[in-house]
T-cell receptor, first 109, second 116 residues
Framework: TQLLEQSPQFLSIQEGENLTVYCNSS?????LQWYRQEPGEGPVLLVT?????EVKKLKRLTFQFGDARKDSSLHITAAQPGDTGLYLC?????????FGAGTILRVKS | GAVVSQHPSWVICKSGTSVKIECRSL??????MFWYRQFPKQSLMLMAT?????????EQGVEKDKFLINHASLTLSTLTVTSAHPEDSSFYIC????????????FGDGTRLSIL
């Protein structure tokens, strides 16, 4: 069974602060995806990282894939209240996605 | 593009009722569809994988007779929760993708199921 450990589970910060969310596994994934989910809605894909060591930036969000393709991180710079939500990492294994437990982010103004 | 529509958005029904949830790919052909279950403030747990025209593959611990999946066309998969009970109350989400390694999954907006 492929497991993806995501941390922290819950993060409450002030507007303007930086934060990092981590996903770690002992398994190698062919790709790793990050999603954001609002209550009562399906997850929305933010980014897919495929190559070990890859770094992708999406405005204030920076995503990194570990060299061994077993771990990934999401860094948000100068967080805003609009960043509040559930962030999920998901590793692609075969034709399936294995999801991390999720990080509930709350950004207070 | 790549829109997945899920219906209904939410349903409330009495214990013992069977409930059908539809998942449609609106602008692409989905050879594979996935059904997930999500409890409040938790992650998505894969229930089953369905390929068009063949039987669904269920994850360990998921009762196939309880959660009936049909993927009769390239644009529609259905999940029927049979004889639903309060413990089946959850948020059910489908996703769809086309054939090919690395093809992204496109998620529906989920169905909130509440069994009284």
């Amino acid at each position: 069974t492929q497991l993806l450990e995501q941390s922290p589970q819950f993060l409450s910060i002030q507007e303007g602060e930086n934060l990092t969310v981590y996903c770690n596994s002992s398994s190698v994934f062919s790709s790793l995806q990050w999603y954001r989910q609002e209550p009562g809605e399906g997850p929305v894909l933010l980014v897919t990282v495929v190559t070990g060591g890859e770094v992708k930036k999406l405005k204030r969000l920076t995503f990194q894939f570990g060299d061994a393709r077993k771990d990934s991180s999401l860094h948000i710079t100068a967080a805003q209240p609009g960043d509040t939500g559930l962030y999920l990492c998901a590793g692609e294994y075969g034709n399936k996605l294995v999801f991390g437990a999720g990080t509930i982010l709350r950004v207070k103004s | 593009g790549a829109v997945v529509s899920q219906h209904p958005s939410w349903v409330i029904c009495k214990s013992g009722t069977s409930v059908k949830i539809e998942c449609r790919s609106l602008d692409f052909q989905a050879t594979t569809m996935f059904w997930y279950r999500q409890f409040p403030k938790q992650s998505l747990m894969l229930m089953a994988t369905s390929n068009e025209g063949s039987k669904a593959t269920y994850e360990q611990g998921v009762e196939k007779d309880k959660f009936l999946i049909n993927h009769a066309s390239l644009t529609l998969s259905t999940l029927t929760v049979t004889s639903a009970h309060p413990e089946d109350s959850s948020f059910y989400i489908c996703s769809a993708c086309t054939t090919g390694r690395g093809q992204p999954q496109h998620f529906g907006d989920g169905t909130r199921l509440s069994i009284l």
